[in-house]
């Protein structure tokens, strides 16, 4: 079985290229690179012993992306391919509208031109939008505070839409939560362009030295020390909940929406002391006013997973500190060397 995975050279598409080829799939990748590199791919070459066909294409080229059915004989299609920064979203809008949505209807037209009928689409929790009934489950409403998180509500919708039209067409939409650390190899991990605002590669930055200090936006939230609460998964089992959901996708038809959460939720002092405990690095912050647009809670159910998917998040939060570490001290500035 063949699989297409279009920004598989990413954060999560590079595990999940590791993951699929470790279970017999054949994998093909299609990425333009415009946040990630081809080293990326050697890497998960280099990591597996196997090879793999990559294209360097725009996926909301139509020609492009035909040339990639054309030569391939497809079954299945995870779409990781998109822009995600919450903030260059706001900044932007445009540009994210045009890059997630048209990439996806590219994709979903070629699809149907060459009779391609399992997707597994990169979701997030963001589509949750503020709600506070924790923890998440799919059958809370859905609605977004940014730009970026409305590309994927969007996409969703057509999703299901485009499931609805053809009974013979399978969507997973997988609403991940905060997906950290890195393959234990520590050959590929998440390297973010620039200065990153999630919570573990600042954490990184500050252990390896490049920021002075951690700032901990708010220690006033009603959570039990006052830090914002998040569900860290490590990436290696996110990668695996794509398998899972590729076996799914092409074992039943309709659009099923699954978060990929742990379940636990973790403070950013939760998130602090554990990283420095394990790996006896020490990391200093400052307190710092709440960040806006943040909220204080936010966990899945991954009740729905479990039961569907067959799949559970099996690597603690000490296991995702260490691993993202060493990948830190194996690439202090990424891939560029
Ligand atoms: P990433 O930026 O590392 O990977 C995305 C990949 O898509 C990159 O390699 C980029 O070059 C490629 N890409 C973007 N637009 C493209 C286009 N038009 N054509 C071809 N390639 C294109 O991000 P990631 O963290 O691996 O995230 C993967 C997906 O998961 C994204 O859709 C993201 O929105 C979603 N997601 C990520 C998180 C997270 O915290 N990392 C959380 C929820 C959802
Ligand atoms: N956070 C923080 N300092 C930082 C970055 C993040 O205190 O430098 C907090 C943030 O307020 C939130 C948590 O860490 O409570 C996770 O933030 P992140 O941006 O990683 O994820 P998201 O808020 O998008 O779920």
């Known amino acids: 079985m063949t699989i297409l995975l279009t920004g598989g050279a990413g954060y999560i598409g590079t595990h999940t290229c590791v993951a699929l080829l470790e279970l017999g ?18 890497r998960v070459k280099e990591i597996t012993g196997k090879n793999f066909k990559s294209y360097d294409v725009d996926v909301c080229d139509i020609p492009g992306m035909e040339r990639v059915f054309e ?8 779409h990781f391919a998109g822009l995600k920064a919450v903030g260059e979203s706001c900044a932007i809008p445009l540009r994210y509208y045009r890059n997630n949505l048209d990439s996806t209807l590219t994709l979903l037209e070629c699809m149907q031109k060459y009779g391609v009928r399992n997707f597994v689409f990169s979701s997030s929790a963001t589509v949750y939008g503020t709600s506070q009934n924790m923890p998440l489950d799919e059958k809370e409403p859905t609605g977004c505070t940014n730009p970026y998180g409305w590309t994927k509500y969007m996409i969703e919708q ?34 973010p362009n620039g200065i990153p605002n999630n919570l573990m590669p600042r954490i990184l930055n500050t252990a390896a030295g490049k920021m002075k200090a951690l700032t901990v936006f708010g220690n006033d939230y009603p959570t039990p020390d006052g830090t914002g609460v ?16 590729i076996k799914y996708a092409v074992e039943h038809k309709g659009a099923e929406a699954i978060n990929l959460g742990t379940g636990n939720g973790y403070s950013v002092f939760e998130m602090i002391h554990t990283f420095e405990e394990v790996n006896h690095t020490p990391v200093p912050y400052t307190l710092e ?3 806006p647009g943040d909220i204080a809670t936010c966990y899945a159910s991954p009740e729905k997973a479990e039961k569907c998917l067959g799949w559970k998040a099996k690597r603690g939060l000490a296991e995702m500190c260490r691993d993202a570490w060493n990948w830190q001290q194996k690439n202090p500035n990424g891939y560029k060397a």
């Open 289 to 291: 006013p709440r960040r």
């Open 158 to 191: 057509i999703l299901r839409d485009t499931a609805a039209a053809d009974p013979e067409f399978s969507a997973v939409l997988l609403r991940y939560f905060n997906p950290i650390g890195a393959h234990e190899s520590g050959l590929i991990g998440e390297d």
């Open 25 to 42: 799939y054949d994998i093909i990748v299609a990425d333009n690179y415009i946040n990630s590199t081809p080293l990326a791919i050697d």
């Open 230 to 245: 998040r569900d860290y998964i490590h990436v290696c089992d996110l990668a695996e909940g794509h398998a899972a959901a």
């Open 71 to 78: 030569e391939n004989k497809i079954d299945a299609v995870i």
